[in-house]
């Protein structure tokens, strides 16, 4: 079992930056992958990054290629999302994700993590 609290968000105008931090409890921490999720009003949960439980792959959206940074430090059970030049389409709750392997697809659809955050706010004002 792991538990996710995510921290970090908030309002930021365009062009800013954020950086978003995902706390996991557990010691197998290091074995899940990870991954960030967002979900707009009115919109479906959709994939913006992923890690390997080393750190070694990481996966982005296109929307956020070159833009965002994931990271991960296992000796601190803390996954990271450095969201920079933010756009107000990147307005929305921001989820963190653990799927039960060390390992995880390039583009991995919601319904396949394994453990949940409730999310954190980021409203991104043009």
């Known amino acids: 079992q792991v538990q996710l609290v995510e921290s970090g968000g908030g309002l930021v105008q365009a062009g800013g930056s954020l950086r978003l931090s995902c706390a996991a409890s557990?010691?197998?921490?290091?074995?899940?992958?990870m991954g960030w999720f967002r979900q707009a009003p009115g919109k479906e949960r959709e994939f913006v990054a992923a890690?390997?439980?080393?750190?070694?792959?990481?996966y982005y959206a296109d929307s956020v290629k070159g833009r965002f940074t994931i990271s991960r430090d296992n000796a601190k059970n803390t996954v990271y999302l450095q969201m920079n030049s933010l756009k107000p389409e990147d307005t929305a709750v921001y989820y963190c994700?653990?799927?039960?392997?060390?390992?995880?697809?390039?583009?991995?659809?919601?319904?396949?993590?394994?453990?949940w955050g409730k999310g954190t706010l980021v409203t991104v004002s043009s």
């Open positions: 557990g010691r197998t921490f290091s074995s899940y992958a």
């Open positions: 890690i390997s439980w080393s750190g070694g792959s990481t």
């Open positions: 994700a653990a799927l039960n392997s060390p390992t995880i697809a390039a583009e991995p659809q919601y319904y396949g993590m394994d453990y």
